[in-house]
């Protein structure tokens, strides 16, 4: 039980934070509500009437949506690169240069479409 210890410790800590901030919140907020303030969008700007089946979003947004995730995902995989870059020697510099030259033809290939044109 003694190496459980500081972990039920940490939950407790983290338990009795969650709590006080709840109740001191309460206590020390501000309370000037108004008409906006109480609607669904809290940033005080008057929502729209959306339609009935939910409104679409333009296909632009999901493919910027969709770049960002795949140059993100690229990005994260120069990290173990990063770290082993010693041991891996020739080889993984020659595979990283392959590697980072296929992400930049995708980036020149979507520059080159307009994907990156915010209008």
Not at 18 to 25: G, L
Not at 34 to 48: F, H, K, M, Q, V
Not at 82 to 101: H, N, P, R
């Amino acid at each position: 039980m003694e190496l459980y210890t500081p972990v039920l410790a940490l939950i407790v800590l983290a338990a009795a934070f969650a709590i006080f901030s709840v109740i001191m919140s309460s206590i020390v907020g501000p309370r000037r509500y108004n008409r906006a303030r109480l609607d669904s969008y809290e940033c005080g700007i008057e929502p729209t009437p959306q339609p009935v089946g939910g409104g679409r979003f333009p296909v632009k947004y999901y493919i910027t949506a969709m770049l960002f995730i795949v140059f993100d995902i690229e990005t994260i995989f120069l990290y173990p690169w990063a770290v082993q870059f010693d041991e891996l020697k020739l080889f993984g510099l020659v595979e990283m240069v392959l590697f980072i030259a296929t992400v930049f033809v995708a980036y020149a290939y979507v520059w080159r479409r307009g994907g990156l044109d915010w209008d």
